[in-house]
């Protein structure tokens, strides 16, 4: 089946400083990703979709300033949390959508943990 | 708006014994319904998806789930729990009729005991 890896797995770093995490499709291509955040026992939220060689759309409440994504190409998006703080510890989960597949199905990356000291 | 409620955030069962996970949902069209598994650090899986075909959704490790719009439900079942079964699960519709985001419940945390 289709994968999606994500870089890094976790990471501690110090507020104030900007934490890029990757997302790729390995074996298929997607002009769409997607960003989730979830806390700790709760759900996931989806905070904003990707699209390959244009802007990102952002959740309302989503900073997009605060989250900066790109979408270089049709296996790799970034999500870069600039100026990091404890309140932006969390997991982020990326999941991306087959282009030649069912438009429904998005497959899932295995989260980053994100620890803002 | 569509949105999903999971009515139970915990699950206990015996292995070998009968498994159901519910779920309701609402929507202003004709949704697409998933359940997601969330292992302890690994990455979301897809267990089965409804998308307007069949109502009696057949998905993998023995799982299947029943569209009923009648009752505007998804509920997930499996008749026999296996220890491997622990884990969250959600079940997720999609946020617009182009199906091109999702929207999650709040998860049910499946337990096992032997």
């Known amino acids: 089946g289709a994968v999606v890896s994500q870089h890094p797995s976790r990471v501690i770093c110090k507020s104030g400083t900007s934490v890029k995490i990757e997302c790729r499709s390995l074996?298929?291509?997607?002009?769409?990703m997607f960003w989730y955040r979830q806390f700790p026992k709760q759900s996931l939220m989806l905070m904003a979709t990707?699209?390959?060689?244009?802007?990102?759309?952002?959740e309302q409440g989503v900073e997009k300033d605060k989250f900066l994504i790109n979408h270089a190409s049709l296996t790799l998006s970034t999500l870069t949390v600039t100026s990091a703080h404890p309140e932006d510890s969390s997991f982020y989960i990326c999941?991306?959508?087959?282009?030649?597949?069912?438009?429904?199905?998005?497959?899932f990356g295995p989260g980053t943990r994100l620890l803002v000291l | 708006a569509q949105s999903v409620t999971q009515l139970d955030s915990h699950v206990s069962v015996s292995e070998g014994t009968p498994v159901l996970l519910r779920c309701n949902y609402s929507?202003?069209?004709?949704?697409?319904l998933f359940w997601y598994v969330q292992h302890p650090n690994k990455g979301l899986q897809l267990l089965l998806k409804?998308?307007?075909?069949?109502?009696l959704v057949k998905g993998i490790n023995g799982f299947e789930a029943e569209f009923k719009k009648s009752e505007t439900s998804f509920h997930l079942t499996k008749p026999s729990a296996h220890m491997s079964d622990a884990a969250e699960y959600f079940c997720?519709?999609?946020?617009?009729?182009?199906?091109?985001?999702?929207?999650f419940g709040k998860g049910t945390t499946l337990s096992v005991s032997s």
């Open positions: 409804y998308t307007s075909a069949a109502t």
């Open positions: 074996d298929f291509q997607a002009t769409t």
């Open positions: 999941s991306a959508r087959d282009l030649a597949g069912v438009r429904e199905t998005q497959y």
């Open positions: 997720v519709v999609t946020s617009n009729q182009a199906g091109t985001a999702l929207i």
């Open positions: 990707s699209n390959e060689g244009s802007k990102a759309t952002y």
């Open positions: 929507s202003s069209y004709s949704p697409s």
